[in-house]
């Protein structure tokens, strides 16, 4: 049977690491000496006076208009033509509400996030060969595990292990974790991966 591949975005595709910090530090939430993972600088923005609507600020800007300077994982290129050259099915899938409120004006983040895709080549033919038709944006967790299971993927790369904690989600799919950063807390029968290249080796070798 040929693979079908579900792919998360956020954190899996795209790689914010040190967006969240340089835009945190430029809105004058933090300074250089916060560490640089984006639960920290959470953390230490919540903590402000008008903490939380400060982070939620914060992410309509890296998940909005700043999205296009946020990095692609290594080796995602690679990933993308072992498939091709494997005959699979790559999708993605991503849980990604359409608006943001962002000084008065909505910013519609679906479109940024496909503007990056543009900009880093997924949809050209010799860049990753993706097609449009191939993403996917769901308002919530429940209709994001709906859409898996509806487009019949035989595998999901997530970042996020709550997602595979869910009921809901599809027993027959193989679940795997992209976790660059090592792997706390890993359910049972989740293998973790920190690269692309890991997983390509897994699915492709
Ligand atoms: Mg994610």
């Given at each position: 049977m040929d693979k079908v591949i579900g792919i998360d975005l956020?954190?899996?595709?795209?790689?914010y690491d040190a967006l969240f910090h340089l835009a945190a530090r430029e809105e004058g939430l933090?300074?250089?000496?916060?560490?640089?993972?984006k639960e920290k600088i959470r953390d230490a923005i919540r903590l402000l006076p008008g903490g939380e609507s400060k982070w939620t600020r914060l992410q309509a800007i890296v998940y909005g208009p700043?999205?296009?300077e946020a990095a692609l994982f290594d080796g995602i290129g690679p990933f993308f033509r072992r498939c091709a050259a494997d005959g699979a099915r790559a999708v993605i899938v991503s849980h990604k509400t359409r608006f943001a409120a962002l000084d008065g004006k909505q910013v519609d983040l679906r479109q940024s996030a496909l503007r990056w895709m543009e900009e880093r080549g997924f949809f050209e033919r010799d860049g990753f060969?993706?097609?449009?038709?191939?993403v996917f944006f769901e308002e919530t967790r429940a209709e994001k595990i709906e859409r898996i299971r509806a487009l019949g993927c035989t595998h999901f790369i997530d970042d996020l292990a709550e997602v595979f904690a869910?009921?809901?989600?599809?027993?027959?799919v193989v679940k795997l974790l992209f976790a660059p950063h090592g792997s706390n807390g890993v359910p049972p029968g989740v293998p973790p991966f920190k690269t692309w290249r890991a997983l390509g080796d897994f699915l492709f070798a």
């Open positions: 956020d954190n899996t595709l795209v790689c933090i300074d250089s000496t916060t560490p640089g993972s700043r999205i296009l060969a993706l097609s449009r038709e191939a869910e009921s809901a989600f599809p027993s027959g």
